[in-house]
T-cell receptor
């Protein structure tokens, strides 16, 4: 079954420092991977996705993610974090049967410290 | 353009009452999903609609939950005889197609509190 894991509960980073949010996946076949961000009292916003092709995917708000097949990882990165990046981040994988729904990780709270 | 909208944004109800949650997907999107976000459970899939096909109800937690989608657009999630464990944020998402590469766009959610 397709699933993702986000091993950390909370990520604290100082403003201006690089931000990394970790995600590992478990799939049978080719993975379709997504990152979403959720700001307080808001719905999820799509950041980026990996379908095929270049392992480095660029997305919204300066975020990027690197697909690593050998490590089965899809870590989200931002070179220089902003206070406004403080939010809840979800990694997700497409379930490749039936309804093609998204299976989400538990989410990571990111706190950017001024 | 308009995104996915949901109403109400907040709903407080008493245990045992029925509630209806509404979702307006992005115009032209054929696929519609309902998810539930609760503390300790993360995001869980509830139900899926694709065009005029029969819905996939495999994620509904009990027969107290039902949903419909009228005219391939607006969807309503109904919870009968609400229980305290139904308290959660209910999120609706739509996508242009049900294809694997098609990203889902989420509404702001309805926060349901069952007293």
């Amino acid at each position: 079954a397709q699933s993702v894991a986000q091993p950390e509960d909370q990520v604290n980073v100082a403003e201006g420092n690089p931000l990394t949010v970790k995600c590992t996946y478990s799939v049978s076949g080719n993975p379709y991977l997504f990152w979403y961000v959720q700001y307080p009292n808001r719905g999820l916003q799509f950041l980026l996705k990996y379908i095929t092709g270049d392992n480095l995917v660029k997305g919204s708000y300066g975020f990027e993610a690197e697909f690593n097949k050998s490590q089965t990882s899809f870590h989200l990165k931002k070179p220089s974090a902003l206070v406004s990046d403080s939010a809840l981040y979800f990694c997700a994988v497409r379930v490749l049967y039936g309804n093609n729904r998204l299976a989400f990780g538990k989410g990571n709270q990111v706190v950017v410290i001024p | 353009g308009a995104g996915v909208s949901q109403s109400p944004s907040n709903k407080v109800t008493e245990k045992g009452k029925d509630v209806e949650l509404r979702c307006d997907p992005i115009s032209g999107h054929t696929a519609l999903y309902w998810y539930r976000q609760s503390l300790g459970q993360g995001l869980e899939f509830l139900i899926y609609f694709q065009g005029n096909s029969a819905p996939d109800k495999s994620g509904l937690p009990s027969d107290r939950f039902s949903a419909e989608r009228t005219g391939g657009s607006v969807s309503t999630l109904t919870i009968q005889r609400t229980q305290q464990e139904d308290s959660a944020v209910y999120l609706c998402a739509s996508s242009l197609t049900s294809g694997r590469a098609s990203e889902q766009f989420f509404g702001p959610g309805t926060r349901l509190t069952v007293l």
